[in-house]
């Protein structure tokens, strides 16, 4: 009995997180005119997929600004993790005065948000000729305190015998956490690229400010300029827009969810 209430309450749970999108792509192929009728239809009466589907295509370079958020999102990745394993890795392993220190520093950069430090960027960016270009998106996230605490969580549960015996090897510690830790981080670096992923995916607040160019534009800052290129106010292509921008998230999404979970449950080495 505890068991079906379970599943009820979760199916709800489900259903309620599931509706959006569901109406989302039911907007996005329906007509003008039946996308403001009264009544609420998820199946279309009139089919116009195909139209709003091309203009999503067609009023912005959709297939650029898909590519430009997942290059900016893989870039972010991987510099995130080539700069916070090794700090994870020092601050995990090895003893030096006023580690606790830099790792509290660490933790209260945690509570700093990009937009308590958006106009000395901006401005370092203007000084620098940065804006409108794909590395003023990629710069200022390239060090993450969150990738530095996740990961010295992991590195923490690895034995220091490990550490030990490649130090024994005659390997440097350089070589320790690029051919020791890195093989061994992989659950943990592919749950923080799912964070990661979808924070920058989704990202409208600094490439709103950053960018003016449409063919820079990553995907929400696209369907902001896609909804500035309609003729009033197009929800059906809107919508369209809208989910061609989702689909990509959503995949990558199901892909890596088990990377996801291995990284989030796991807390020392496999066996």
């Known amino acids: 009995m505890m068991r079906l209430l379970r599943l009820l309450v979760l199916s709800a749970g489900a ?32 089919w116009d997929a195909a139209e709003n589907y091309s ?60 937009h308590a430090i958006s106009i000395p960027l901006y401005a370092a ?37 490990l550490i030990l015996a490649a130090r024994s090897d005659g390997l440097s510690e350089s070589a320790i956490v690029w051919r020791v830790l890195l093989p061994n981080a992989w659950p943990a670096a592919s749950a923080f690229a799912v964070f990661s992923v979808v924070a920058h995916w989704n990202d409208l607040y600094w490439p709103l400010i950053a960018i003016s160019k449409t063919h820079l534009a990553t995907p929400p800052l696209g369907l902001l300029f896609f909804r500035a290129a309609e003729v009033g ?16 998230l959503v995949l990558f999404f199901l892909f890596a969810q088990r990377l996801f979970i291995d990284g989030m449950t796991m807390t020392g080495l496999k066996g």
């Open 125 to 161: 960016a203007r000084v620098s000729g940065l804006l409108n270009t794909l590395a003023v998106l990629i710069m200022p996230f390239t060090l993450s305190v969150f990738a530095i605490f996740l990961f010295r969580q992991f590195v923490k549960a690895i034995p220091d015998d």
């Open 233 to 248: 106010d197009d929800y059906g292509a809107l919508m369209a827009a809208t989910v061609v921008v989702t689909a990509p």
């Open 55 to 114: 203009k999503a295509f067609s009023r912005i370079p959709m297939l650029q600004v898909l590519g430009n958020g997942a290059l900016v999102c893989a870039l972010i990745v991987v510099f995130q993790v080539l700069f916070a394993l090794p700090a994870a890795y020092a601050l995990a392993k090895l003893r030096f005065p006023g580690r606790d220190a830099l790792f509290a520093l660490v933790m209260l950069g945690l509570l700093v948000p990009i």
């Open 15 to 46: 259903a309620l997180v599931l509706f959006p999108f569901v109406f989302m792509i039911s907007t996005s192929l329906k007509s003008q005119s039946e996308v403001f009728s009264a009544g609420l239809q998820l199946i279309p009466v009139t």
